[in-house]
């Protein structure tokens, strides 16, 4: 694909659309020439910085969780995960396998190179879970008469 023409190409406001590979060919009446490719790597903060969830719809406690961090920087950017202002792991790839109920909370993804930083947005785990110590409670005098008023409580 043609870019430009004559002896100087300049580009001006540069991104990293620029990035590639650039050569130039010279024709006068004799013939044409290229010259060698000269590789364009522009460099850049991070940028399009959000997080996939493996599956939808329901989680379950005792499911396992993939969380993916996509991000896109050059030079490659460091991620870091956060659940509630702490970090609780590194790489793009967060796997919580035979998550719980503490699981639950927001997470969100932090992604880092030597150009800058940025953050997707929140993630939300609900996870839900069955009844836990189910118990009763009953109230009114230690012994019941026929005739009696009595309020039982079921306390999850």
């Known amino acids: 694909m043609i870019v430009g023409s004559g002896r100087i190409f300049n580009i001006s406001k540069i991104s990293s659309d620029d990035s590639g590979e650039y050569k130039c060919k010279s024709i006068n009446k004799h013939g044409e020439k290229y010259s060698d490719n000269v590789t364009l790597n522009v460099m850049y903060p991070p940028k399009n910085v959000s997080v996939l969830m493996s599956g939808s719809g329901v989680i379950v406690e005792g499911d396992s969780v993939i969380l993916n961090c996509i ?13 509630g202002g702490m970090i609780v792991g590194s790489g793009r790839i967060f796997n919580i396998s035979k998550i719980s109920s503490d699981d639950s909370g927001e997470y969100k993804c932090k992604s880092i190179n030597k150009h800058g930083e940025k953050y997707s947005d929140n993630v939300t785990l609900n996870v839900m879970y ?5 118990s009763v409670l009953m109230s009114g005098s230690g012994v019941i008469v026929e005739g009696d008023s009595v309020t ?3 306390l999850l």
């Open 130 to 134: 069955p009844p836990r110590s189910v």
């Open 71 to 83: 991000s896109d920087s050059n030079p490659p950017a460091e991620i870091s995960w956060i659940k």
């Open 152 to 154: 039982q409580t079921l």
